[in-house]
């Protein structure tokens, strides 16, 4: 009689699949930890090398906001930032710190959209080269949302743990 549970090859799609995203549950915040890493500190050392293809807008927005600040400062500054950033998402349990700094970034990295219209937009709604390179910024918000999301998840198990632990030694001694 053939097993129903295993098909008809003796392979058991469901347990695989379920091992399969049990996998991807186990890699998808060290992914995501390194992702952040890669793109903020690749991107910080090529602005503080100034190589950054992004150099452009950086540097039409700083004379927009900031131009008070010498070029090589802010450029070297703004890149160390996210290099800071990228190193600090390595580090488990400092991801809030990581955050934290990511989002004054985030805010910056918008602004051309609103502050520069005609540098990043070619019509309503038509993003150029460099209106896109902005508007893919929304993945790293929405990463950085889920890593909060799970980091704080997590946080609040661990927690709720000790504290069922604590009611069960209470209980004991009682």
Known sequence: MEDKKAGRFGFDRLASENR??????QISMPLCR????VVFFWFGALKILELSPA???VHTL?????PWIPWKIF???????ECIIGIIFLFPGMEKWALYMLIP???TTFGPLVIMPKLVWKGFMIPNLIGQYIIKNLVIIALAIFIAASVWEGKNNVNAQKEEEEKRKAMKRA
């Open 62 to 66: 700083y004379e927009h906001t900031v």
């Open 105 to 107: 970034h985030m805010i």
């Open 20 to 25: 399969f995203f049990r996998f991807l549950r």
């Open 75 to 81: 450029i070297f500054g703004f890149g160390a930032y």
């Open 34 to 37: 390194i992702s952040f890493f």
């Open 55 to 57: 150099e452009g807008v």
